[in-house]
């Protein structure tokens, strides 16, 4: 199944509250913790409540209309007040942002704590009318004066405390901080800065960032980007390549504001987040899931994959071409209803139960021979192998199907011609007349038994497990039809080849072990190993027989099956 990237990933850590909320109905779906955290509220309390009721009676018909305003603009930036939990008024910035996903308009804001700056700006306004107040009258209050001086000192002192205290949290930011003054030129270079590329501080400290940092062919675009930001006001964002120390290309996704003091501009603040490995195991995801469609698209039998809720979640061509289903036809269908006759129907529905809550079942993991009913309604046998993973959305069941009609077809004439044979057997013994008679019996005899062995063989070629017959210098004399569509090779790519060639290194030593161990015992029990298929490796368990000509072993028959 393929499967979209949750973006609760990557904003659920960010220390800065992030709230989604349904532009229609003003709902909130989606909140961090950090969101949690600011307001008060439980992550479920959240969910579900409209924007406007986390912000205080007074400013709520003003945020009503700003709600209302964002839905046309591209973005919005406000300063208000937001209500906890437990009733107590907190100032935030928010900075709100439209998003359009699946026809739906959303609304993304990102609340910032600005407690400390109301905080600073209610004290230097104090400290401000204090001042203006004992202007008019410093001749008659000298001593009045010098206390406001006191008290604006303190603030001072205050002032530098806290802005000491911002550059302690900016230096311990678990995320990458930078600073550009307007030429680009670091000014600012956090310590986490320094862990993910491996420069110092002191290395890059008025560098020029784009010289230093980004690739050579992403310049100019990167160029473009930087001007904009300096015009711009408000948060900014995108994700971009830089280049450590080393020269490792790293994939960082940014959140830019440009600071400025009385119109001028003092830097561009960027905020970053390294997610290099989030889309390396992206592309690895991307990489197992061609080639698990490559090996599904070609298989010849048919591969089948159920949900836990009993519904169909994957169906190969081969499964359309067996059961005369497409796939718009059979996803997401009940897969007992639609395929299976209704013998079969009680003892799904139990086993099925069971499979929900362990994953395990009274089928999962064998091989079976069951019925399975076609589009036109015929029914018709197969051969399943079952077995069961644990997926994100829950257990899923996984049936390889082969449509065994033909082999069924040949037993029953193999039996017609061993009952004939017997037949013959007994007639022959109690009926010897004359050599010409007999001479012409034993012809017959010689063309039924020489059929039998077509048939055998044909039978030995479509067996459920794949064989091999390995000689005494470990070369594959012999590979049935089934082993070849199990591991995507041609006959004359395996027959005169080593067999070790198609196991994996990693279960070759343990099974050679196990086939040692196995020589001294009457009945050697199966054999797990990896054997390597054309389109990727294939976890399987093998039965043996030892082969001995003469009295000497002459090499050894596997039979091989899908574990």
């Known amino acids: ?213 980004i690739p050579h062919g992403m310049r100019n675009e990167i160029r473009k980007t930087w001007k904009q930001a300096i015009r711009t006001t408000g948060v900014q964002h995108h994700t971009n390549y830089i280049l450590s120390k080393k020269g490792r290309k790293l994939a960082v996704i940014w959140d830019n504001i440009a600071l400025r003091e009385n119109g001028q501009l003092v830097m561009v603040l960027s905020m970053g987040r390294d997610i290099t490995k989030l889309q390396e195991a992206e592309a690895r995801l991307r990489e197992s899931e061609e080639k698990f469609r490559g090996v599904a698209a070609s298989a010849l039998d048919a591969i089948i994959l159920m949900g836990e809720d009993g519904r169909i979640a994957f169906w190969n061509r081969a499964a359309e071409r067996m059961f005369g289903y497409s796939k718009k036809e059979a996803i997401g269908k009940m897969l007992h209803p639609f395929l299976a006759p209704g013998a079969y129907a009680a003892a799904a529905k139990k086993g099925l139960a069971k499979f929900k809550k362990s994953g395990k079942g009274p089928v999962v993991g064998k091989v079976l021979e069951l019925s399975g009913r076609r589009k036109d309604g015929v029914v018709f046998p197969i051969e399943l192998s079952l077995s069961s993973a644990k997926l994100s959305c829950g257990w899923c069941a996984i049936g390889i199907v082969r449509d065994i009609s033909k082999r069924k077809e040949l037993e029953e004439k193999l039996e017609q011609a061993n009952k004939a044979l017997r037949w013959k057997e007994k007639e022959m013994a109690a009926n010897i007349i004359g050599f010409s008679k007999a001479n012409r019996e034993l012809k017959e005899l010689k063309k039924k038994l020489e059929e039998s062995e077509t048939i055998y063989r044909e039978l030995v070629e479509e067996s459920p497990g794949g064989m091999v017959i390995v000689d005494t210098s470990g070369n594959i004399d012999y590979a049935n039809r089934s082993l070849l569509r199990l591991t995507g090779f041609k006959k004359s790519e395996v027959v005169g080849k080593k067999f070790e060639k198609f196991v994996a290194p990693s279960s070759l030593n343990r099974a050679m072990k196990l086939f040692a161990d196995g020589l001294h015992r009457k009945n050697p029990g199966p054999i797990p190993l990896v054997l390597h298929g054309k389109y990727g490796d294939i976890p399987m368990v093998y039965y043996y027989k030892i082969i001995r000509k003469n009295g000497r072993i002459a090499g050894f028959r596997a039979v091989l099956h899908p574990s």
């Not at 300063?79 to 910035?93: C, M, N, S």
């Open 1 to 213: 199944m393929e499967k979209a990237i949750d973006f609760k990933k990557v904003v659920g850590g960010l220390p800065t509250a992030v709230l989604i909320a349904d532009a229609k109905t003003r709902k909130l779906v989606y909140c961090n913790k950090a969101a949690s955290k600011l307001t008060g509220y439980p992550l479920p309390k959240l969910i579900g409540m409209k924007a406007d009721q986390l912000h205080p009676k007074d400013v709520r018909k003003g945020m009503v209309k700003a709600f209302k305003k964002q839905v046309n603009d591209s973005s919005y930036i406000s300063e208000t007040e937001i209500i906890t939990e437990g009733g107590q008024r907190v100032p935030v910035a928010i900075t709100t942002t439209r998003l359009e996903l699946n026809g739906r308009q959303y609304q993304v804001g990102v609340f910032y704590n600005i407690t400390l700056d109301v905080r600073l700006k209610r004290k230097l306004s104090a400290a401000n009318m204090a001042l203006r107040s004992q202007a008019g009258s410093m001749a008659k209050n000298i001593r009045q004066l010098a206390k406001s001086n006191a008290r604006y000192v303190q603030l001072q002192k205050e002032l530098v405390h806290e802005r000491k205290w911002l550059q302690r949290v900016i230096r311990s930011a678990p995320d990458i901080v930078v600073g550009l003054d307007k030429n680009a030129k670091v000014v600012l270079f956090n310590h986490y800065a320094e862990r993910t590329t491996g420069y110092k501080a002191k290395e890059v400290m008025g560098k020029d960032w784009i010289k230093v940092f």
